[in-house]
């Protein structure tokens, strides 16, 4: 992945240091958010950042963070076994042993696989949950980085997607927890492939390089609109 341009770059560490919890909108199975995220990690550990929340199951925590310390070799399951929605790649996997490596606690706010709901704003009202309960437990003070779906990622409600996907995960940080700041930008890819489900090519207006824009139209505080994506690796094929 090419490095951001500087005026990017700039401004997307200015949202960070006015940010208490900020969130990174993925559009999964790409490689270039787990790449970044990585090259950022010493920008917002000197910011305060010291936690890593990803859309995980909370189940898979602990074997994730055994791993990533290095106090256990066994690769955990989401990882061994990835699921087909292109969450479980080799670049997350990096990205987590690299944030435990700066000692950063890694949060997984996601609900089990076998979780029943009613609708998509109960699961992502429990992610909230989720995240707050670690969050206090682990790290009550320092700021958080998270990781999860667009759609999830969302602080505004947009007449795009479907009401009934309101509040979302990112709404529901900031309604119960006013006293903190949360950012979340939405990370759109012009061109190459992701996977989610199967292998998808994307064809947006091409861009030379990356660039930062205002997000009132989904519902986010920025948009980083990056020129290429490549498909994400997993060290098994996706099945779950």
């Not at 890694?106 to 089990?112: A, N």
């Not at 670690?134 to 779906?149: I, L, N, R, T």
């Not at 309604?175 to 989610?196: A, K, L, Y």
Request: charged fraction near 20%.
């Amino acid at each position: 992945m090419q490095p951001l341009p500087g005026e990017v770059h700039q401004a997307l560490y200015h949202l960070a240091q006015q940010s208490d919890c900020l969130l990174f909108g993925d559009m999964r199975g790409a490689q270039e958010l787990a790449l970044l995220l990585a090259d950022l990690l010493g920008d917002l550990t000197a910011l305060g950042y010291e936690a890593l929340a990803v859309e995980i199951p909370r189940s898979e925590r602990e074997s994730i963070i055994r791993w990533a310390s290095g106090t256990a070799e066994a690769v955990p399951r989401f990882f061994a076994q990835p699921g087909r929605d292109g969450r479980g790649s080799e670049q997350v996997l990096a990205l987590l042993r690299q944030a435990a490596q700066k000692g950063w606690q890694i949060l997984c706010f996601d609900t089990e696989d076998n979780a029943r709901f009613t609708d998509w704003r109960e699961r992502d009202s429990a992610m909230a949950d989720n995240l707050a309960a670690q969050w206090q437990q682990s790290c009550p003070e320092p700021k958080v980085m998270g990781v999860c779906g667009n759609v999830h990622s969302r602080l505004e409600p947009t007449l795009v997607i479907d009401a009934g996907m309101w509040p979302s995960f990112a709404a529901c940080i900031q309604q119960r927890n006013p006293q903190i700041v949360v950012r979340t930008v939405r990370v759109v890819c012009h061109s190459g492939f992701c996977f989610n489900e199967t292998v998808q090519e994307l064809f947006y207006d091409p861009i030379p390089e990356a660039q930062w824009r205002r997000d009132t139209e989904l519902g986010h505080s920025f948009a980083l609109h990056l020129p290429q994506s490549t498909v994400a690796t997993y060290l098994a094929p996706p099945t779950r």
